[in-house]
T-cell receptor
């Protein structure tokens, strides 16, 4: 049972535009969500998080939105930069089941 | 460097070999994790250690054997692996073993079983 899903394996965006990465979850017991960014040949690095009691958290160019009723969260990057090109993982918290990370979405920001 | 160091970065081993992966962190974190990332699959949690005690084993085959001698070091001993075990093995650490803490990941060991 995959409790966290990222249904878009890849996304291509022009530099300066907005990137929107989506994540859906099924476990209503998750109380915290985190986004990680991964470059090739490196481990994931923590990017931004949101508690389930909030619907928005902003950190510079990165904003995460949470829609609990839809069990959906999204990461917005504005404006997108070529250095943002990486794989982005979302993670649900509160459950240490085997599949707690999404599959990842590869973002490519074109100059 | 993130503060979590994994060695070796790359490893090629035969199915009859015995090898070990090493992970080291000096961030003062109490929890350490092994994850497996196969091609086109989500990150899979393998083991969790909190204060040197194993608190999670997600039905990992016995050919993978973890060892945590202290809060700063974590090993993954490998023996009689299968080609399908080829993957990127990531070590992570966090302040506590609750998921609310962000994880710090190492760069991973790229394992190829031939």
């Amino acid at each position: 049972d995959q409790q966290v899903k990222q249904n878009s394996p890849s996304l291509s965006v022009q530099e300066g535009r907005i990137s929107i990465l989506n994540c859906d979850y099924t476990n209503s017991m998750f109380d915290y969500f985190l986004w990680y960014k991964k470059y090739p040949a490196e481990g994931p690095t923590f990017l931004i998080s949101i508690s389930s009691i909030k619907d928005k958290n902003e950190d510079g160019r990165f904003t995460v939105f949470l829609n609990k009723s839809a069990k959906h969260l999204s990461l917005h990057i504005v404006p997108s930069q070529p250095g943002d090109s990486a794989v982005y993982f979302c993670k649900g918290s509160g459950n240490t089941g085997k599949l707690i990370f999404g599959q990842g979405t590869t973002l490519q920001v074109k100059p | 460097e993130t503060g979590v160091t994994q060695t070796p970065r790359h490893l090629v081993m035969g199915m009859t070999n015995k090898k070990s992966l090493k992970c080291e962190q000096h961030l003062g974190h109490n929890a350490m994790y092994w994850y497996k990332q196969s091609a086109k699959k989500p990150l899979e949690l393998m083991f969790v250690y909190n204060f040197k005690e194993q608190t999670e084993n997600n039905s990992v085959p016995s050919r993978f054997s973890p060892e945590c001698p202290n809060s700063s070091h974590l090993f993954l001993h490998l023996h009689t692996l299968q080609p399908e075990d080829s993957a990127l093995y990531l070590c992570a650490s966090s302040q506590g073993d609750g998921d609310n803490y962000g994880y710090t990941f190492g760069s991973g060991t790229r394992l190829t079983v031939v």
